[in-house]
């Protein structure tokens, strides 16, 4: 593929990214390089993915938001495997959210302008709230909201919101399939 100022998709060194049937990715959005979309992803404007030192997976039916930026760490002599960054499926990230070499499970909501870094890893049916700061290495345990900076677990789930983030997806899914078909 050759690179051009417009292109969106790219691959970096040898790595091209591998988008699976019913991914849709904006024309705003860039994705490069070690970048796995599963069944039924929606990137939306302005996301910047890069696989370039470590590689992202992102489960079938999530969805990445406007603005957010997603990345990972790279390999290192205390940490030969690095940090890749691997989304769950069902899975909503909301506007304008950083992930960096973080690990997020099944169902997770991660609300606007939070931040999730370094080995942290998010467990299934977990709701992050808007601005909230998961420290390095931190885990989220399944089942709660957790606000604040850092993140706390703040209360336990309630079933109104854990049945949220199947139709969260399925309603992404939904908008994105209209965007394909114009």
Not at 40 to 46: A, Q, R
Not at 68 to 87: F, M, Q
Not at 126 to 134: D, E, S, T, W
Not at 157 to 182: C, M, P, Q
Request: net charge negative; charged share 20%; hydrophobic share 40%.
């Amino acid at each position: 593929m050759p690179i051009t100022p417009h292109t969106h998709i790219r691959p970096f060194k040898n790595h091209i990214p591998q988008l699976a049937e019913g991914a849709y990715v904006d024309p705003a959005a860039v994705v490069i390089g070690e970048v796995s979309l599963g069944q039924d992803v929606s990137v939306w404007p302005l996301v910047v993915i890069r696989g370039d030192v470590n590689y992202v997976k992102i489960g079938d039916r999530s969805n990445i938001q406007d603005g957010s930026v997603i990345h990972e760490s790279r390999p290192r002599a205390n940490n030969p495997e690095g940090y890749p960054t691997v989304i769950g499926e069902d899975v909503t990230i909301g506007h304008k959210v950083m992930l960096h070499g973080c690990r997020i499970g099944d169902r997770v909501l991660v609300g606007m302008g939070a931040i999730i870094l370094d080995g942290a890893i998010i467990e299934d049916d977990v709701i992050i709230g808007a601005g909230a700061l998961v420290t390095p290495g931190k885990t989220l345990a399944s089942g709660y909201l957790y606000t604040g900076s850092p993140a706390r677990p703040t209360r336990p789930l309630k079933e109104s919101e854990r049945n949220g983030f199947i139709s969260n997806a399925a309603n992404y899914i939904v908008l994105k399939n209209d965007y394909l078909t114009g």
